[in-house]
């Protein structure tokens, strides 16, 4: 008898931080000043969470600490649609820039704050930036040290800013003295010769959209799920423009329309599940959700 294989779900993910916490804009947004700008996420969020309903798809949100201080009922609001909460760091902080016990810090601060707000244990992590870069992996050290089970943070590609090129382009375990960690790379493809980044967020919007089609398809074919990225801010054309350079402005505004229709074309053709869910880890028991409250959010 011919067994049939079962349809792959790829990982869906998102990076949840206001359009203001973004690395390129560091030189015109001080961290001290984040509260004072308006908040866009509310919407964003809504919209993400109603898209993946609508196509029966749950995803993985690694939210920032930040996010769950200041606006804990968006937080809430993603668990209790039964989607998965990671950790994105606290202060939106590149590992690269830190110590390896300042990145010990900034990630307890962000896992005790999600884990407060959601209820439930927070066992992957992000990187802002995705940067965990060569001369970085004792940042898997304390990851395994502060009980996280999977990492997603590296990019195997050749890119200014970020890029782990020697890294395995499918899913696997980083064996460490402190143990074992799954790393969930971000999806790539070849392209003549190279090996180019598909994944997802600004790649969504600015390469042709039958590149990140046929990565995917690549994967389905292949029975291995890819990892799928983006930001809630992507969806929203009519975020403030910031003072910054053109290098940055093209590449962080340009095609925010076109997000949504292509978004909403993946989730038709293809299936979306948690890293979590992928992974078969074990759900979490209940715990009592955090009654803290914000301004913001009121």
Same mark, same amino acid.
């Given at each position: 008898?011919?067994?049939?294989?079962?349809?792959?779900?790829?990982? +869906?993910?998102?990076?949840?931080?206001?359009?203001?916490?973004?690395?390129?804009?560091?030189?015109?947004?001080?961290?001290?000043?984040?509260? #004072?700008?308006?908040?866009?996420?509310?919407?964003?969020?809504?919209?993400?969470?109603?898209?993946?309903?609508?196509?029966? =798809?749950?995803?993985?949100? +690694?939210?920032?600490?930040?996010?769950?201080?200041?606006?804990?009922?968006?937080? %809430?609001?993603?668990? /209790?649609?039964?989607?998965?909460?990671?950790?994105?760091?606290?202060?939106?902080? %590149?590992?690269?820039?830190?110590?390896?016990?300042? +990145?010990? /810090?900034?990630?307890?601060?962000?896992?005790?704050?999600?884990?407060?707000?959601?209820?439930?244990?927070?066992?992957?992590?992000?990187?802002?930036? +995705?940067?965990? %870069?060569?001369?970085?992996?004792?940042?898997?050290?304390?990851?395994?040290?502060?009980?996280?089970?999977?990492? #997603?943070?590296?990019?195997?590609?050749?890119?200014?800013?970020?890029?782990?090129?020697?890294?395995?382009?499918?899913?696997?375990?980083?064996?460490?003295?402190?143990? =074992?960690?799954?790393?969930?790379?971000?999806?790539?493809?070849?392209?003549?010769?190279?090996?180019?980044?598909?994944?997802?967020? =600004?790649?969504?919007?600015?390469?042709?959209?039958?590149?990140?089609?046929?990565?995917?398809?690549?994967?389905?074919?292949?029975?291995?799920?890819?990892?799928?990225?983006?930001?809630?801010?992507?969806?929203?054309?009519? /975020?403030?423009?910031?003072?910054?350079?053109?290098?940055?402005?093209?590449?962080?505004?340009?095609?925010? =329309?076109?997000?949504?229709?292509?978004?909403?074309?993946?989730?038709?053709?293809?299936?979306?599940?948690?890293?979590?869910?992928?992974?078969?880890?074990?759900?979490?028991?209940?715990?009592?959700?955090?009654?803290?409250?914000?301004?913001?959010?009121?």
């Amino acid at each position: 008898m011919t067994s049939v294989r079962a349809p792959v779900e790829h990982i +869906f993910t998102v990076d949840v931080e206001e359009y203001f916490h973004v690395g390129a804009f560091e030189s015109v947004v001080s961290r001290k000043d984040w509260s #004072s700008y308006p908040s866009r996420i509310d919407g964003s969020i809504d919209l993400l969470l109603d898209l993946l309903a609508r196509h029966g =798809a749950t995803g993985t949100f +690694f939210t920032l600490g930040w996010v769950a201080d200041h606006h804990p009922r968006v937080v %809430r609001r993603i668990a /209790q649609a039964g989607h998965e909460i990671a950790s994105h760091g606290y202060w939106h902080r %590149r590992v690269d820039s830190l110590a390896p016990e300042e +990145f010990r /810090q900034d990630l307890r601060a962000s896992k005790a704050v999600l884990e407060d707000v959601c209820g439930a244990r927070v066992s992957g992590f992000r990187a802002p930036n +995705f940067s965990i %870069r060569p001369g970085c992996e004792w940042a898997f050290d304390v990851l395994l040290e502060e009980g996280f089970h999977y990492d #997603s943070s590296l990019f195997p590609i050749r890119r200014p800013g970020y890029g782990y090129r020697a890294a395995p382009v499918v899913p696997h375990i980083i064996r460490r003295a402190s143990g =074992a960690l799954c790393e969930l790379p971000l999806a790539t493809t070849g392209w003549h010769g190279a090996r180019i980044p598909a994944a997802g967020g =600004a790649y969504l919007r600015h390469f042709p959209f039958s590149i990140i089609r046929r990565c995917l398809r690549e994967h389905t074919d292949s029975g291995i799920p890819a990892t799928f990225y983006l930001h809630p801010w992507e969806l929203d054309p009519d /975020q403030p423009r910031l003072p910054v350079g053109w290098v940055t402005r093209a590449r962080h505004y340009g095609g925010l =329309a076109r997000t949504r229709p292509r978004l909403e074309q993946l989730l038709a053709e293809f299936r979306f599940t948690s890293a979590a869910r992928c992974l078969k880890l074990p759900s979490p028991a209940p715990r009592t959700l955090s009654a803290r409250v914000s301004n913001a959010d009121d």
